[in-house]
């Protein structure tokens, strides 16, 4: 699967946004966002990429179930 983020950043006020992405809504990306970005991009991507791959592992699951 592949999935799209787009980050906008401002040098002036040190800021980190997200401007554009294909997430699905269910996973909390404004939530890791307020708590990592902008100062812990690497924690912010490692903790999306988790919830990404739990959402692919299990819609594989369900598939195979089926």
Do not use: M, W, Y
Not at 16 to 30: G, W
Not at 34 to 55: D, I, S
């Amino acid at each position: 699967d592949s999935f799209q983020l787009e980050l906008q950043g401002s040098r002036e006020f040190r800021e980190l946004r997200i401007r554009r992405h294909s997430v699905p809504p269910f996973i909390p990306l404004q939530g890791l966002a307020r708590q990592f970005l902008p100062g812990k991009l690497r924690e912010f991507l490692e903790l999306l990429l988790q919830h990404l791959n739990a959402f692919v592992a299990r819609r594989e699951q369900l598939r195979l179930l089926q």
